[in-house]
């Protein structure tokens, strides 16, 4: 089975600009999440998305930062425009939970499969 | 602010050794789960235990759950160089389904 496929791998860009981030989930994968790690810490949460709806948002800096699942496939994550703090390494993971699951109050928790991220720098 | 918190936040031991890492949270959880990451790499799924369990093993893994204090611990034995990177719990509330992490454990084996 593929695994969650993330790109780019690096990219450096300058304060202000744009940059934007693409995730492919593992085929089935109803949730899609976006982490961002900073060096040194553990990885926060900035979005989860439950096919192609939002389910929490809450610590995305909506000022500066947008994501979408048009298709409730892959996604993109974009900066505009970049700080200096976005500095990091920005994780989409997939795990298998289903709509049905949801609506039904079980909720299933079951394990997050990682990509291998993308590191952005922002000089 | 991060649920989980690990410790300690680095570890050091020599290869054939047991490595023991605790987690502590804050509110209450459906499940709590340990990840690997190796240097510059994504996380990789070690284990799940879920709220109602108390012990888990896989392979050289033990993981405890102590919902009472709040607390897991992840157990490594008889360690290898391979098992070095960095160690992090993730907590799943009882009614939303995003991963809460910690800020790891960063275990070094010597060989």
């Known amino acids: 089975e593929a695994g969650v496929a993330q790109s780019p791998r690096y990219k450096i860009i300058e304060k202000r600009q744009s940059v934007a981030f693409w995730c492919n989930p593992i085929?089935?994968?109803?949730?899609l999440y976006w982490y961002q790690q900073i060096l040194g810490q553990g990885p926060k949460l900035l979005i989860q998305?439950?096919?192609?709806?939002?389910?929490?948002d809450s610590q995305l800096p909506k000022d500066r930062f947008s994501a979408e699942r048009l298709k409730g496939v892959d996604s993109t994550l974009k900066i505009q425009p970049a700080k200096l703090e976005d500095s990091a390494v920005y994780l989409c993971?997939?795990?298998?939970?289903?709509?049905?699951?949801?609506?039904?109050?079980?909720?299933?928790?079951?394990?997050?499969?990682f990509g291998q991220g993308t590191r952005l720098t922002v000089v | 602010s991060q649920q989980g918190e690990e410790d300690p936040q680095a570890l050091s031991i020599q290869e054939g050794e047991n490595a023991t890492m605790n987690c502590s949270y804050k509110?209450?959880?459906?499940?709590l789960q340990w990840y690997r990451q190796n240097s510059g790499r994504g996380l990789v799924h070690l284990i799940l235990?879920?709220?109602?369990?108390r012990e888990k093993h896989s392979g050289r893994l033990r993981v405890t759950l102590d919902t009472s204090k709040k607390s897991s611990s992840l157990l490594i034995t008889a360690s290898r160089a391979a098992d070095t990177a960095s160690y992090f719990c993730?907590?799943?509330?009882?009614?939303?389904?995003?991963?809460?992490f910690g800020p790891g454990t960063r275990l070094s084996v010597l060989p």
């Open positions: 993730a907590t799943a509330s009882s009614y939303g389904q995003n991963f809460v």
């Open positions: 085929s089935g994968h109803a949730t």
């Open positions: 509110t209450s959880i459906n499940n």
């Open positions: 998305f439950q096919n192609n709806g939002v389910v929490d």
């Open positions: 235990i879920r709220s109602n369990e």
């Open positions: 993971a997939s795990s298998l939970n289903s709509l049905q699951g949801l609506l039904g109050g079980g909720l299933k928790n079951t394990e997050a499969f």
